[in-house]
C-alpha cells in the first residue's frame, strides 16, 4: 500500500437496502500488484447487477470481508505494478469489470485492477463517457456479434432504450443490420429512434408481429437480442425465423423461465447467454478493439441521466431501483 497515502470509498459489510449498509469510510490507497494498475478514479457507474449484489442477490459476497460496490468507471493510471511498462502511467482510462471475483470495486477514489481491465480511452472522450462504457458496450457487442456477421439481417431489440439496448442499437446498425426495437412508451421509442431504429414497435402485439414480418418478407427476424427472457420469451418465438439466434442478458420478471423445448428444438434456435464476466478473454478483447474504434470516430451516442456524488452514494442506488429515466448514473468520486 502507499504508506500513508488514505482515500475515500463506499462500502458495505451487510446485505440490505442502500441507506441501511452503505458507508462512505477512509481506507489506505492500495498498492498496484504484479500486473496491475492504480487508478485514480474520477467516476464510477452504478449497474443494476451493483444493485442487486448489495441488496442480498449473492450471499457469499461477504464471506472474506466488506464490499467496495461497482464494476465500472474511468479515471487516470497513477502508478504501475511489476510487469506493467511505466508509460502507462498518466493514461486515461476507462474500467470494467473491477469488482467481479473480488472485494474491492470502482466506488472509491482509486482502485488497483488487472492491467487489461483498464482501457486506454481516446482522447476525444470525457472521463464522464468513459465511465459508462464498460458493461453495457461489452453486453451489447458480445450480443451482435457472437454468431457471426449481421450485415443484411434483420435484429430484434427489445427494450431499446435501456442501457445496453441504446448501444446496441447503434452498433448493430454500423453492422448493416436492420433494426427492430420495442419501447414501452413514447419517450423511449424516441430514444429508439435517435440511436437508429429502422421501427420502434411496443413489446407486445400485432404490430410489434406484422413488422417483423414485414421486414423479412414473413420469414421473420434472423437475431434477437433481448433483455427479459423469461417475460419476452413466448413473443420472441413468434417473431423468430428457423435457425434465429436469441442473445439474452437478463430475466428479471421470470428469473427461472419454463422452456417450450419442442417448439424450439424444431425452430432450431440458439440461445446465447451473455454475461460480461464469463465472456471469453478474446470476445472482450474484441469489444474493446471495436469500441474503441468507434469511440475515436466519435460515432456513438452516451446518455447519462444523473452524476452523484460519492458522500450520497445512497442515492444513486435507489436512483437505479426506482428505474424510470434514460441513461447512466454516475457516482463522482472527485
Not at 263 to 272: K, S, V
Amino acid at each position: 500500500r502507499i504508506k500513508g497515502k488514505l482515500m475515500k470509498a463506499a462500502q458495505y459489510n451487510k446485505m440490505g437496502s442502500a441507506h441501511d449498509v452503505l458507508n462512505i469510510v477512509e481506507l489506505d490507497v492500495p498498492s498496484p500488484e504484479h500486473g496491475e494498475v492504480l487508478v485514480r478514479l474520477n467516476y464510477s457507474a452504478v449497474h443494476p447487477s451493483d444493485v442487486k449484489k448489495r441488496a442480498g442477490a449473492f450471499p457469499d459476497l461477504l464471506k472474506d470481508g466488506f464490499i467496495i460496490p461497482h464494476s465500472d468507471g474511468s479515471g487516470v493510471i497513477e502508478a504501475v505494478g511489476r510487469g506493467v511498462p511505466h508509460s502507462r502511467i498518466g493514461e486515461r482510462v476507462w474500467v470494467y469489470q473491477a469488482q467481479y471475483g473480488r472485494r474491492f470495486g470502482t466506488a472509491a477514489e482509486y482502485v488497483s485492477v488487472d492491467s487489461n481491465r483498464a482501457v486506454l480511452l481516446p482522447d476525444n472522450i470525457g472521463l464522464d463517457i468513459g465511465a459508462c462504457i464498460g458493461i453495457p458496450t461489452m453486453t451489447a457487442h458480445r450480443c451482435i456479434f457472437a454468431d457471426g456477421p449481421v450485415e443484411g439481417q434483420t435484429i430484434l431489440v427489445t427494450g431499446g432504450a435501456g442501457r445496453v439496448g441504446h448501444y446496441v442499437i447503434q452498433l448493430a446498425k454500423y453492422a448493416g443490420a436492420n433494426v427492430i426495437a420495442t419501447a414501452s412508451n413514447s419517450e423511449a421509442e424516441a430514444h429508439c429512434y435517435a440511436a437508429g431504429a429502422d421501427v420502434v414497435c411496443p413489446h407486445q402485439g400485432v404490430e410489434l408481429l406484422d413488422t417483423a414480418a414485414e421486414m423479412t418478407n414473413g420469414q421473420g427476424v434472423e437475431r434477437i437480442i433481448d433483455g427479459e427472457f423469461g417475460g419476452n420469451l413466448p413473443v420472441l418465438l413468434d417473431v423468430a425465423r428457423i435457425g434465429a439466434t436469441i442473445a439474452t442478458y437478463a430475466s428479471m420478471q421470470v428469473p427461472e423461465p419454463v422452456i417450450p423445448f419442442k417448439r424450439m428444438m424444431f425452430m432450431d434456435l440458439t440461445i446465447r447467454m451473455v454475461l460480461v464476466y464469463a465472456m471469453p478473454e478474446s470476445a472482450k478483447a474484441d469489444a474493446i478493439y471495436d469500441v474503441t474504434d468507434f469511440l475515436e470516430r466519435g460515432l456513438l451516442q452516451h446518455r447519462i441521466a444523473h452524476i452523484i456524488a460519492l458522500d450520497k452514494i445512497v442515492e444513486s442506488h435507489e436512483l437505479i431501483e426506482q428505474a424510470g429515466f434514460y441513461g447512466m448514473v454516475l457516482v463522482n468520486n472527485e
